[in-house]
């Protein structure tokens, strides 16, 4: 059948609501997402047999999107599509592949890494894969309550099966983290295996339709076969065959780290179409005392804190793709052997994962503020979207353990240039700073992403110096690195930013000569607008590290306000652009027609409050108090 994807989803009726989700039960929230998962989930299958074509021009990455509007909050299916499937199709075996990534498969998985006493260091995790060889089995075992898998998508009850990782003993040694596939519950009936006791863990900030779960075993056996195998092999007698990088494991997390760059940009875009396109109707006190009451879209606060959210959305865009392309040469290259460029996109990956979430997050949370009280209701859309993308500042790696992990790159970076041992181009500036070749300040983008190279190259500096003088002190490095550790995670956010606005502005210059001349001036201005603006806030760094004067600062002022005025024409039409149909946005502030007031009038109808004209309540607990003395 050749269908077209929006209409074909879109007309699927059990997968609309006619009650809003906030009024259903935590349970019913659940039933409610999980049928319409499996009914997506068939649509993603009949996509991949090919017993359903697209015939729009857009891809499965489309049904991804508009399952924003059908689930509201999350897929529960979310972590067996995206990192079951991914984690076998990157770590299995061609054998392990053939036989478990079937289309038609009863499977239903999820990752499970995360215990209760150990998320971020994940050398900790407790849980054991012991070898069996008289039996060619593995034997999964949690010794602790510490050592519960928690927080898993989809484990409470959605899962059959999942990937585990634990620590692989074979005769006694370890060694270390591995994953493991494991079943743990029946097929058919769906009940816990014996030896897996597994439930949900409550309700949550957001992400309340994925069925997060624990999960403990109780020796529990699978075949020797069910560890995925194409880095690393327990062959049949014990042996342990090691792999080439024993960072291999982790590849599931890096490739996450990657993809949720993408996934950010996309909730920035619903969050800046909501607030922009409620600031063109919203009308709050007048400029001047004898004019009509102004689209609040036109105060230049308020376009401060909005068209900062369209930039970062196309940033983060621009540099979701361009991390994406890194990690499939990166992938292609360790296919070949060559494991050289995995430090640099881990590093890379660490430090864009965390920053990324963060500005998102902040930003969402600026777009809910700028649309003042009804920002506020959950018709807005806003708080889910909050909730939703503030989640990402932890999970996939913590914001500061990411950046921390960014800082040991740039430490090796630095000991090699105060070492004046050569650098990779990438790092030269390291040794300009080192040697004082300060250019002179340029207020332009190729200034600013100069000085935020200084800046960078200074924290990256002082906190080395810090290190330096702690282990000069008698530390030893880990608490000396602890020690530093401010200063490190400073560093890291610096590079992370520099990165950004660099990669930004060179595709954006680059994407300039390929589009119209009047596209191509309004994309510069908003690359422009996202460089003076961080240059703006990092004011005091730049000071500090670069040649800026106070003379350049207000220049950069005055120009960021007027990308401010030439931006403000086209807001509306930048976030159209981001075409999210109404569906997606599920927001009354935020749709495409307009009609605000009308949709929050329509949206407040469906309160069960508003079922009967005077609720039992009053009968119940009101009039026995308020009318006691009166009778
Ligand atoms: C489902 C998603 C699909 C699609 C996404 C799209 C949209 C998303 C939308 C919603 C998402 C929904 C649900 C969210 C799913 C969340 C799933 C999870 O959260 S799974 C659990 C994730 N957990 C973590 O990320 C744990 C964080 N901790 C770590 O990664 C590690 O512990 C550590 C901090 C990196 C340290 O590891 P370790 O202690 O082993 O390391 P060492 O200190 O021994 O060595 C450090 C050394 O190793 C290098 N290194 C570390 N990691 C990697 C890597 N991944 N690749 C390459 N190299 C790595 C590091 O550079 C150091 O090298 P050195 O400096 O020593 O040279
Ligand atoms: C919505 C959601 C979905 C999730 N889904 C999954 C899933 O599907 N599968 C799964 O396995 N896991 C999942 N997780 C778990 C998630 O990956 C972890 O919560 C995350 O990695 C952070 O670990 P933690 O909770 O142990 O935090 P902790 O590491 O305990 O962090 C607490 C604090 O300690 C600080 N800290 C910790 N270590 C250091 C250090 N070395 N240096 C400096 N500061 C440090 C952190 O910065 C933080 O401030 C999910 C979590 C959430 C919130």
């Avoid at 039960?25 to 997402?33: D, G, I, L, P, W």
């Avoid at 890379?348 to 003042?372: F, M, N, P, T, Y």
């Avoid at 106070?550 to 220049?555: H, K, Q, S």
Wanted: net charge neutral.
């Amino acid at each position: 059948m050749m269908i077209h994807t929006n209409n074909y989803i879109l007309n699927i009726k059990e997968l609309w609501d006619d009650v809003p989700e906030e009024y259903l039960s935590h349970k019913e929230r659940y039933e409610n997402a999980i049928k319409k998962a499996f009914i997506v989930l068939k649509v993603l299958r009949q996509l991949h047999t090919g017993n359903i074509q697209i015939t729009d021009h857009r891809t499965p990455t489309n049904v991804y999107s508009i399952q924003d509007g059908i689930f509201r909050n999350v897929n529960p299916l979310l972590i067996h599509i995206g990192l079951f499937w991914s984690t076998i199709a990157a770590q299995a075996s061609t054998e392990q592949q053939a036989e478990w990534l079937q289309p038609d498969s009863s499977m239903i998985g999820t990752y499970v890494q995360t215990e209760l006493g150990h998320g971020s260091f994940i050398r900790g995790i407790e849980t054991t894969a012991t070898y069996d060889s008289t039996t060619d089995e593995f034997i999964l075992h949690t010794p602790r309550l510490s050592a519960y898998k928690w927080w898993p998508g989809g484990l409470g009850n959605t899962a059959n099966a999942c990937l585990v990782m634990a620590q692989l003993y074979i005769n006694g040694t370890c060694h270390g983290l591995h994953i493991f596939l494991a079943q743990i519950r029946d097929f058919d009936t769906h009940k816990p295996l014996p030896g897996i006791k597994v439930g949900e863990i409550g309700p949550k900030m957001g992400f309340n339709t994925a069925d997060n779960g624990f999960l403990g075993f109780d020796n529990h056996r699978i075949p020797r076969t069910n560890m995925l195998m194409k880095n690393v092999q327990v062959l049949r007698d014990g042996t342990y065959v090691k792999p080439k990088h024993d960072k291999l494991t982790y590849g599931s997390m890096l490739l996450t780290r990657v993809t949720l760059i993408s996934d950010l940009a996309y909730q920035l875009s619903k969050a800046a179409t909501i607030a922009v396109r409620y600031s063109a109707v919203r009308r709050q006190s007048p400029i001047k005392s004898n004019e009509p009451e102004r689209q609040i879209l036109d105060f230049v606060s308020q376009q401060h804190k909005l068209f900062i959210t369209i930039a970062s959305s196309h940033v983060y865009r621009v540099v979701g793709l361009w991390m994406w392309n890194s990690h499939k040469r990166v992938t292609a290259d360790i296919h070949e052997g060559n494991m050289g460029q995995l430090p640099e996109l881990h590093a890379l990956a660490c430090c864009l994962k965390a920053i990324s979430s963060r500005d998102a997050s902040a930003l969402v949370e600026q777009c809910r503020l700028a649309c003042g009280g009804h920002g506020y209701m959950m018709a807005s859309n806003l708080p889910q979207i909050y909730a939703y993308t503030t989640a990402a500042v932890t999970y996939e790696g913590e914001y500061t353990v990411l950046l921390l992990q960014t800082a040991r790159y740039l430490v090796k970076f630095w000991r090699l240039a105060a070492e004046h041992k050569p650098l990779p181009q990438n790092f030269a500036y390291f040794e300009d700073y080192i040697k004082k070749n300060f250019e002179q300040w340029r207020n332009s983008p190729e200034g600013i992403i100069e000085g935020f190279k200084a800046i960078v190259a200074g924290k990256t500096k002082a906190a080395y110096d810090t290190l330096q003088c702690n282990l000069r002190n008698g530390r030893e490095f880990e608490e000396a690195w602890n020690m530093a550790s401010v200063q490190l995670t400073n560093a890291s956010e610096a590079y992370a930013r520099s990165l950004l606005c660099e990669v930004f502005w060179k595709e954006t210059v680059q994407l300039s000569t390929k589009v119209s001349k009047s596209l191509a001036i309004v994309l510069e201005q908003l690359a422009e607008l996202y460089l003076m603006y961080w240059a703006l806030e990092k004011h005091g760094d730049l000071l500090l590290y670069s040649t800026i004067s106070r003379n350049d600062i207000e220049a950069l002022q005055s120009r960021y306000e007027e990308l401010l005025a030439l931006i403000r024409p086209n807001a509306v039409g930048l976030v159209d652009a981001f075409d999210i149909r109404d569906e997606v946005l599920c927001s009354t502030l935020g749709a495409y027609d307009g009609r605000v007031y009308e949709r929050m009038m329509e949206e407040a109808s469906k309160s069960p409050l508003n079922e009967d004209v005077v609720n039992e309540s009053f009968h119940k607990y009101i009039r026995p108090v308020t009318m006691k003395n009166k009778l």
